[in-house]
């Protein structure tokens, strides 16, 4: 069973900031990496598809890259609406898999 | 536009059964793969199950935890996804989220408390 790891669990950056997130794979899953993002109290969205693709509607301040293991999203300018839980999710033929998520706050 | 919207959520106790609803609407519910996801209190993401559509089968997937306990089915008259829980435990507490597809659209979720 492929595991997916992220980090760091928690993340304090100010606004402006450009924030990073790390998404690692157990094995090779190729491109088949997606990003959500929870904000409290709401159900998640998705941000990224297919490693690097935004979904309709996500600001272009948000972009996703890697392929086999290793997998970021990066936030160019932090806004204070990203305020969120990320999760990287894998998809294959018969199941989803979650990352447990990083926490991004505000300073 | 995609919508779907769950219910059936409640407080029930241990041992006991449920069935969550998923109501779609903006596309065909039996030409879709759905999923349901979870989200205990305070907790992370978990999948549930998937159901194929219709073309590829109908076919459904369960996690470990549930497997045997859960079954997805579809009233395609009503465009409606159902998750049938049984034999709860209270590790089963959660929100229950159905998503189109592999998560471009999510519900709001229905809570599902399992107590004595």
Redesign the interface.
């Known amino acids: 069973e492929i595991v997916l790891t992220q980090s760091p669990a928690t993340l304090s950056m100010s606004p402006g900031e450009r924030v990073v997130l790390s998404c690692r794979a157990s094995q090779s899953i190729s491109y088949y990496l997606?990003w959500?993002q929870?904000r409290p109290g709401q159900?998640?969205?998705?941000l990224i598809?297919d490693a690097s693709k935004r979904?309709p509607g996500i600001p272009a301040r948000f972009s996703g890259s890697g392929s086999g293991t290793d997998f970021t999203l990066t936030i160019s300018s932090l806004e204070p609406e990203d305020i969120a839980?990320y999760?990287c999710?894998l998809?294959n033929n018969?199941?989803?898999?979650?990352?447990?998520?990083t926490t991004v706050q505000i300073q | 536009e995609v919508q779907l919207v769950e219910s059936g959520g409640g407080l029930i106790e241990p041992g006991g059964s449920l069935r969550l609803s998923c109501a779609a609407s903006g596309f065909t519910l039996s030409n879709a793969w759905m999923?349901w996801?979870r989200q205990a209190p305070g907790k992370?993401?978990?999948?549930v199950g998937?159901i194929r559509s219709k073309s590829d089968g109908g076919t459904t997937?369960y996690?470990t935890p549930v497997k045997g306990r859960f079954t997805l089915s579809r009233d395609d008259s009503k465009n409606t996804l159902h998750l049938h829980l049984n034999s709860l435990e209270t590790e089963d507490t959660a929100v229950y989220?159905c998503l189109y597809g592999?998560?471009?659209?999510?519900?709001?979720?229905t809570l599902v408390t399992v107590s004595s």
């Open positions: 997606s959500f929870q159900a998640p969205r998705l598809y979904a839980v999760y999710q998809r018969w199941r989803l898999t979650f990352g447990g998520g | 999923n996801v992370g993401l978990e999948w998937r997937d996690a989220y592999l998560g471009s659209s999510w519900g709001q979720g």
